[in-house]
């Protein structure tokens, strides 16, 4: 993992679910080649705070986490 990663993932668990939420939002709407993996870091802070609401997430049709979280 280099710095750069280290650094971001550490922001990422110092944010709220509610702006994790409001962050992965945004990612709808940006065009950058690096959303995919901004999204996957988000993804991976709001598994490790609620599996249960991930997996129903993964397990449902929408394209965003809000209203399982």
Known sequence: MTSAEMKARQMITERSTQQLLDLFD????MNNQNIPTVRG????????????????????????????F
């Open 26 to 29: 945004l990612t709808e709407i």
């Open 41 to 68: 870091w988000i993804m991976d802070e709001l598994e490790k705070r609620n599996p249960q609401a991930f997996d129903a997430w993964m397990d449902s049709d929408d394209n965003t986490p809000r209203r399982f």
